[in-house]
């Protein structure tokens, strides 16, 4: 019945759109209410079978921070588009840890829907290959294949037992590259000024808005950077495949791309084959089915049959503590660091109520338990006043401050995923990290990106955790002004101002900053730089000397920062939660995770948490396109030139961040993206 009125409806607003009776919004309303309706007359939760396969689609998202339910997931099931999966780190993590353990799972399964992969950024991709190869030294094998893998997707699927590829499939291995887009030129040409004040010659993140290509000191952390994550790629295949790394650099250097025959023929996969014999060796593994219909479920909805809508607790950091979690045999040994003075106990006693989110990538939120370790997301570039897929400084502060107050929470995770932004409203966050610490153990763990504003947060984290691949440091500042008084002249346009005093307008736009009023700015730039500097000596221990040296806005790998003293061990969120139960001494007792914030989605339970699981309703397939270009639902995929399309609006939406009040920020070198 559930089917029969999705076809229905979903025919009926196809007809609408063609006449034009219905508005975007209305289209999207209906959508959740008729899936939402059919949702709930479906019902339950997926069941688990004896002998399941599970099955792990290398294009599945898997944000740092639980994602709102925005119900595009609902309507693109209805609208007849195929979304990719879904699911947040933290519950994708706790899933195969639970599998592991789950005598009914007797293997794992790594495709990829679209031969792309959906993860992003070295540190999360060390975290879930982290997690994969403890699942399968629980005993669970785990195959993978593919048709073509890039570097990223062939470290991750190589840690499979077994790995195949198509005849006709290729690896891409050629080194990893970062290139920026400069529009310098561009701004001048169309008439946009932009002056700069810095302190770090390394702080290179102003130097697309003023320069053609990078500078000598840009491109010097730069090849470092990628260097440090390209000898991590190359030394984790070699562990796990039949492959030494001097001979994978002679491919990079030599060929660039590996036909599955050369793969097959270095030990780089197991060998080739087609879908329909993987599967078929899929199906020897489980025992309890024959070799053709053997049981198969998806990782996410796996989740949802194990955790449900409203999880009590995270199986992270749970089997490990109070020590340390073990790391997988990829990671680099790190020598002992000494723990931290035990933190003092919380005082104050004010409650609120925590977020939890299913494996499925769903939210609940739950109120707080004695022995709560509060996990809290600062996901994005930090800016005074936010935005959707960024850090409100004000906001993020006062969730810290109310976990401080609030003598439930144990102990505080604080998962940074950021390449800074506002000097501002970095210094409002990082107070509260403070004065929390003071109180109850705030530890730090960082994902993809924790540097510049990102480290500016982290600095005073009782202890810090980083991945090897976690990009961090920048400790430098920058003030970015730009001015449209050629582009207004270029267009018939003037300004004429009456001032009292002369730096009555020191804030404009339409004109250039003087030297005198250039002076001033990086008088504030050098203040905020020299404060940046004594924090990180002050928290860290270290001497103001040997800070600066560090500092400069240079970058710096994970592995490379905890050699140097900015970060405490290397490890994921697994190894952080672990160490804020041993640090708030609450390893023997009965503990929770909570997750903040709460995600502000759709509150009513039939319509959470709908993406990719309904079957497509056939006649709304006529409307996805269109609900694709009113922004209703996100395309599949993206061509080479929508992407780079997609790259110019994003250097251009960085004004869009300039939101410090001083007009001071410490962000990223570069918006790097590594391919």
Known sequence: ????????????????????????????????????????????????????????????????????????????????????????????????????????????????????????????????RRAL?????????????????????????????????NPFGTIEFNGLASSELFIAEALEKYGVGVQVVRSGKYKAAIEPFTLRQRSPESRQQLQALLGDLWQEVLATVATHRRVTPQQLTAIANQQGVMRAER??????????????????????????????????????DYGRATHGDRPDQSQLGRSKAPAPATPAPDSKAEPPKPEPETPKPSESAAGESAAGESAAGESAAGGTEPGTVALLYANGAIGSQGSADGINGQELAQQMRDLRQDDEVAAVVLRINSPGGSATASEIIQREVQLTRDRKP??????????????????????????????????????????????????????????????????????????????????????????????VAQSR???????????????????????????????????AIAAAVRLAKIEGTSWQLAEYPQPEGLAWGP????????????????????ATYLGLMPPRSRSPLQRWAATLQTELTWFDRLDDPHHIYARLPYRLEIR
């Open 263 to 300: 793969a097959a023929a270095v030990g780089a996969i197991d060998g080739m084959a087609y879908e329909d014999e993987v599967l078929a060796k899929l199906g020897k593994r489980a025992p309890a089915a024959g070799e053709a219909d053997f049981e198969r479920l998806s990782l996410v």
């Open 607 to 626: 319509l959470r948490g709908l993406g990719a699981r309904t079957p497509a309703a056939h006649s709304g397939e006529a409307i996805a396109p269109l």
């Open 442 to 535: 705030v530890v730090v763990s960082m994902g993809d990106y924790a540097a510049s504003g990102g480290y500016w947060i982290a600095t005073y984290g009782s202890h810090i955790v980083a991945e090897p691949t976690t990009i961090t440091g920048s400790i430098g500042v920058f003030g970015l002004l730009p001015n449209v008084q050629q582009l207004g002249a270029n267009n018939g346009l003037t300004w004429d101002t009456v001032k009292t005093s002369p730096l009555a307008d020191l804030g404009t736009l339409t004109r250039p900053k003087t030297p005198a009023e250039l002076a001033l700015f990086q008088e504030s730039v050098s203040w905020t730089y020299d404060r940046f500097l004594q924090k």
């Open 1 to 128: 019945m559930g089917n029969f009125f999705k076809q229905l409806i979903a025919s009926a607003l196809g007809t609408l759109i063609a006449l034009g009776l219905v508005g975007g919004g209305t289209i999207a309303l209906a959508a959740l209410v008729i899936v939402g309706l059919s949702r709930s007359s479906e019902g339950s939760k997926p069941t688990v079978a004896n002998g399941t396969i599970l099955e792990f689609d290398l294009a599945m998202a898997v944000p740092t921070e639980p994602p709102q339910d925005d119900g595009s997931d609902a309507l693109g099931s209805l609208l007849g588009s195929e979304m990719p999966p879904r699911m947040a780190l933290r519950p994708l993590l706790d899933t195969l840890a639970i599998a592991a353990q789950d005598d009914r799972i007797t293997g794992l399964y790594l495709y990829s829907s679209d031969q792309g992969l959906g993860i992003s950024g070295y540190a999360t991709l060390k975290e879930v």
């Open 541 to 575: 221990k270290l001497p103001p000397e040997r800070v600066a040296q560090l500092a400069a806005g240079r970058v710096w790998s994970g592995a490379d920062a905890r050699q140097v003293g900015l970060v405490d061990e290397l490890g994921g969120l697994e190894t």
């Open 133 to 165: 190869d403890q699942f399968r030294r629980a005993d669970k094998p785990i195959l993978a294949y593919g048709v073509n893998w890039s570097e990223s997707t062939y470290y991750l699927a190589s840690v499979a037992d077994e790995v195949w590829l």
